[in-house]
């Protein structure tokens, strides 16, 4: 009998904790970066993409050691992209998880540096990882490249930025999150299943999972910004609206948010099911995304 979900998040929570320690830790570097980096990475999160990239691997293979280094580079990567959509230039964020931004606790410069030196160093965690082929290397330094840069995240950054205060249709919208959400998550799951050795046919469909995952992921985080409570969320209610942000519930209403949120969770549903993970924790974190309260 499998743990519950929680009892499994929390787990390589800490697994993934325990690893940003190590990694850091003993690291010669100036000591306000160091700081910098660990106040961000030790702030809180359910580290949901680590756990699903562990998941992923989990639902073709059972030891999971393989897998922990890329799980926290990737979860340096999505620090890192946090630390900067906070800025001033950004969406100029106080809070985050219920504790002060990272340029709010230390200032701007070294936030920035600090997001730089976490992206960055998350290719040297894989590159330096034993456990990886040298080909298994090249395949995942890649993807994350992709998937986290001007194609992949960055892209839909931008994206959402052009979008704040215009009207946009819910084909742009998705277009925007599919990159901008959706692509960090295809990493986690197209990776820990191709460490796991899943076939060509399953890492075609997952990579459609993580599609659909990464909207409902973003349609619950848009709905949370409407009817969520501060205390859980860890920053004000509203703050979409105040950054005139494009969002599921302005285009479609809330009822028509959580109405597509369902579509979309039907498709993911699916195509695990093609893939052949449907008995993985790859569903319930399904279920996890679109029911979250924070």
Same mark, same amino acid.
Do not use: W
């Given at each position: 009998?499998?743990?519950?979900?929680?009892?499994?998040?929390?787990?390589?929570?800490?697994?993934?904790?325990?690893?940003?320690? @190590?990694?850091?830790?003993?690291? %010669?570097?100036?000591?306000?970066?160091?700081?910098?980096?660990?106040?961000?990475? +030790?702030?809180?999160?359910?580290?949901?993409?680590?756990?699903?990239?562990?998941?992923?691997?989990?639902?073709?293979?059972? +030891?999971?050691?393989?897998?922990?280094?890329?799980?926290?580079?990737?979860?340096?990567?999505?620090?890192?992209?946090?630390? @900067?959509?906070?800025?001033? /230039?950004?969406?100029?964020? =106080?809070?985050?998880?219920?504790?002060?931004?990272?340029?709010?606790?230390?200032?701007? /410069?070294?936030?920035?540096?600090?997001?730089?030196?976490?992206? &960055?160093?998350?290719?040297?965690?894989?590159?330096? =990882?034993?456990?990886?082929? =040298?080909?298994?290397?090249?395949?995942?330094?890649?993807?994350?490249?992709?998937?986290?840069?001007?194609?992949?995240?960055?892209?839909?950054?931008?994206?959402?930025? $052009?979008? $704040?205060?215009?009207?946009?249709?819910?084909?742009?919208? +998705?277009?925007?999150?599919?990159?901008?959400?959706?692509?960090?998550?295809?990493?986690?799951?197209?990776?820990?299943?191709?460490?796991?050795? !899943?076939? #060509?046919?399953?890492?075609? @469909?997952?990579? &459609?999972?993580?599609?659909?995952?990464?909207?409902?992921?973003?349609?619950?985080? %848009?709905?949370?910004?409407?009817?969520?409570?501060? #205390?859980?969320?860890?920053?004000?209610?509203?703050? =979409? +609206?105040?950054?005139?942000?494009?969002?599921?519930?302005?285009?479609?209403?809330? /009822?028509?948010?959580?109405?597509?949120?369902?579509?979309?969770?039907?498709?993911?549903?699916?195509?695990?099911?093609? !893939?052949?993970?449907? %008995?993985?924790?790859?569903?319930?974190?399904?279920?996890?995304?679109?029911?979250? %309260? @924070?």
């Amino acid at each position: 009998m499998k743990p519950n979900l929680l009892d499994y998040i929390n787990q390589y929570k800490e697994v993934i904790q325990k690893e940003f320690n @190590h990694c850091l830790e003993n690291m %010669d570097i100036p000591q306000q970066l160091k700081s910098s980096m660990l106040y961000s990475l +030790e702030a809180g999160g359910k580290r949901l993409r680590p756990v699903l990239l562990i998941a992923s691997y989990q639902a073709y293979q059972n +030891e999971v050691s393989k897998v922990i280094s890329t799980a926290a580079a990737l979860e340096m990567v999505h620090t890192y992209s946090l630390i @900067h959509d906070d800025l001033p /230039a950004m969406d100029d964020d =106080d809070y985050r998880r219920g504790k002060l931004t990272n340029h709010k606790a230390f200032n701007e /410069a070294t936030a920035i540096l600090a997001g730089d030196a976490l992206l &960055t160093y998350s290719f040297e965690l894989i590159t330096n =990882d034993p456990s990886l082929s =040298d080909r298994e290397k090249v395949t995942i330094i890649k993807m994350l490249a992709s998937c986290s840069g001007p194609s992949g995240m960055v892209g839909g950054q931008i994206l959402d930025m $052009e979008a $704040e205060n215009q009207p946009v249709s819910l084909d742009a919208m +998705e277009r925007i999150h599919a990159l901008k959400t959706s692509e960090l998550l295809k990493f986690a799951i197209y990776t820990g299943a191709y460490l796991g050795k !899943a076939t #060509e046919e399953q890492l075609a @469909h997952l990579k &459609t999972f993580a599609y659909y995952l990464g909207l409902i992921f973003q349609v619950q985080d %848009d709905i949370l910004d409407v009817t969520g409570e501060q #205390e859980k969320l860890g920053k004000p209610v509203g703050s =979409d +609206e105040g950054n005139r942000k494009s969002t599921y519930p302005k285009l479609l209403g809330v /009822a028509g948010a959580v109405e597509q949120k369902e579509k979309y969770a039907i498709k993911a549903k699916e195509s695990l099911m093609k !893939a052949g993970a449907q %008995d993985s924790y790859l569903m319930d974190l399904t279920d996890y995304f679109s029911t979250r %309260d @924070h």
